[in-house]
């Protein structure tokens, strides 16, 4: 079975900063998916940005980038420029590939942009 | 418009009632998927369905039911079974083939039980 951990429950950072959140996972499949959902406060989960585990580069969406370290199981999220809008909670999940789509998701770091 | 529909988004209910909880997909997608949120927390998995007629259970299936008799609507029904019912339950669905694996969300139902 796989396990994912977000081991910030909270964080804060400054309109226009840098913040990165961070994600462990655990497994023994070579073939994966990764995955950052945004749920604001009006709970619609979003996705924000997803990598596959064969691609060694790291996915980038706009302001959004990760660092995906396979070997170390890890899977971090950059925010750049935060913006007020990036308020809410970020959830890392783990896909297993070829699998039925079923997703394992993390405990949830709730993240506040202060103006 | 194609998307996920969930209703409704508030739901009460009293101690020892059954409910459903309703879940409508118009992406013809092939599999779907009940999750529960507590305060705080992460999604769990209830029950899945990849095909029409099928469902499996997830990792905290116990106290809940689903249906899966057409392939854009899989209700979730909350028995009385079920020791802590009040949460936010999410359904979603996904396409089993063609390269696209996102899991598409619904905007939710927040179920009371007093």
């Known amino acids: 079975a796989q396990t994912v951990t977000q081991s910030q429950p909270e964080m804060s950072v400054q309109e226009a900063e840098t913040v990165t959140l961070s994600c462990t996972y655990d497994t023994s499949e070579n073939n994966y998916y990764l995955f950052w959902y945004k749920q604001p406060p009006s709970r619609q989960m979003i996705l924000v940005i997803r990598?596959?585990?064969?691609?060694?580069q790291n996915a980038t969406e706009n302001r959004f980038s990760v660092n995906f370290q396979k070997a170390a199981k890890s899977f971090s999220l950059k925010i750049s420029d935060s913006q007020l809008g990036d308020t809410a909670m970020y959830f890392c999940a783990f896909m297993k590939y070829n699998a039925g789509n079923m997703l394992t998701f993390g405990g949830g770091t709730r993240l506040m942009v202060k103006p | 418009d194609g998307g996920i529909t969930q209703s409704p988004k508030y739901l009460f209910r009293k101690e020892g009632q059954n409910v459903t909880l309703s879940c409508e997909q118009n992406l013809n997608h092939d599999a779907m998927y009940w999750y529960r949120q507590d305060p705080g927390q992460g999604l769990r998995l209830i029950y899945y369905s990849q095909i029409v007629n099928d469902f499996q259970k997830g990792d905290i299936a116990e106290g809940y039911s689903v249906s899966r008799e057409k392939k854009e609507s899989f209700p979730l029904t909350v028995t009385s079974a079920q020791k802590n019912p009040t949460a936010f339950y999410l359904c979603?669905?996904?396409?089993?083939?063609?390269?696209?694996?996102?899991?598409?969300f619904g905007p939710g139902t927040r179920l009371t039980v007093t």
């Open positions: 979603a669905s996904s396409q089993l083939a063609g390269g696209n694996y996102e899991q598409y």
């Open positions: 990598q596959e585990a064969y691609k060694q």
